[in-house]
């Protein structure tokens, strides 16, 4: 089944999608990451020196100086083409990883790969190419796969479901049925690993099981508590009946630290990424705790990024020195303690 779609409106919707993330109150109105009930035991004599804390890490055979991730947010428009490159220069400076945005849009309009290639500027950090999987069923397969990841010479692909946000989307693409083959044979095709990702709701144990039989590399729980991509699309929303639709699932989804776990236990071996509501450090160093290799970040990275390179290199700096204080000061001298430190959690 294919689906003609005017690449000008992919990129319209990518800029209001900036927009309304950077201007509106878009947080899930109630549900809550879930982190807030773990904590760490503080250690008064941690018997460590914080300057010899090692908070590197490593992610498809790259290594890492702390396990950040900046989740994919945007790209396909000249506001997100300088969004890309001030967050690629400033991970490339702190040595963590990125993702990019959906390449639908340069997929559909080559003229806009350039707002996505941000290699020149991040020569060697994990780079991660994304598309949508649901245009698995609209089109595309292994061609439009290796474009995206040659577009920015990624060193992975992020498969995103984001099952919800199609479905209040007047103009989303509803049809999942049958995607896991489709997914397995991109897994089994591509020269690069795959990440299967949600987008802000989660993934149930039974998805992480099914994802992983159908051989993707990792997995991206993308749990709920942070941004609501049902409230962004109620600020898009055509029309009063729209918007009521959209507004109803304002508090869907698996908090961020069940998901974690979910994952954890479905999949032993398969390497998880937290991100959905993680704020800071010690948020990405309890996701850590609880299972996970990176913790990912987008919205205060966005709001960053829009302000310049220098509020993104302070951020980064901030959430590294938060992890490395909250190792030192639990105990954990590096990644591999902190990945068996147990938390306590608050009943």
């Not at 702190?94 to 003229?111: H, N, P, T, V, Y």
């Not at 990440?195 to 991206?220: N, Q, T, Y």
């Amino acid at each position: 089944m294919s689906k003609v779609t005017d690449g000008s409106i992919t990129e319209r919707r990518k800029d209001e999608h900036i927009r309304i993330n950077l201007e509106e109150q878009v947080q899930f109105p109630r549900l809550t990451t879930g982190l807030e009930h773990y904590r760490f035991m503080h250690q008064a004599v941690p018997e460590l020196d914080l300057a010899e804390i090692d908070s590197g890490t490593v992610i498809f055979g790259k290594r890492l100086n702390s396990p950040i991730l900046i989740s994919s947010m945007t790209g396909g428009t000249e506001r997100a083409q300088n969004i890309n490159r001030v967050l690629a220069e400033a991970a490339q400076e702190a040595r963590i990883a990125m993702g990019l945005g959906s390449q639908r849009a340069a997929i559909e309009d080559a003229g806009l790969a350039a707002t996505y290639d941000v290699r020149a500027v991040a020569p060697d950090i994990p780079l991660f190419a994304n598309l949508g999987a649901v245009q698995l069923n609209y089109g595309y397969g292994i061609d439009q796969c290796r474009r995206a990841v040659e577009m920015i010479e990624a060193d992975a692909l992020i498969l995103h479901f984001n099952v919800l946000q199609e479905a209040v989307q007047p103009e989303g693409d509803g049809n999942f049925r049958g995607l896991l083959g489709k997914v397995e044979a991109i897994c089994r095709q591509l020269e690069v690993p795959v990440i299967a990702k949600e987008v802000g709701w989660g993934f149930s144990p039974d998805a992480v099981r099914r994802l992983a039989d159908a051989g993707v590399a990792a997995i991206d729980v993308a749990g709920a508590g942070g941004t609501s991509w049902s409230e962004v699309e109620y600020y898009r929303a055509p029309n009063a009946q729209h918007a009521n639709v959209a507004r109803a699932f304002a508090d869907w989804g698996i908090p961020t630290a069940d998901a974690i776990r979910y994952a954890r236990e479905a999949a032993p071996d398969l390497p998880v990424i937290a991100s959905g509501g993680l704020r800071d450090g010690i948020d990405i160093a309890k996701c850590v705790a609880l299972g996970a290799t990176l913790g990912g970040i987008a919205g205060p990275f966005l709001k960053a990024a829009d302000s310049g390179l220098d509020a993104a290199r302070k951020l980064i700096w901030e959430l590294s020195t938060q992890i490395r204080i909250a190792m030192f000061a639990s105990g954990a001298a590096d990644i591999a303690a902190l990945q068996n430190m147990p938390l306590l959690r608050d009943d």
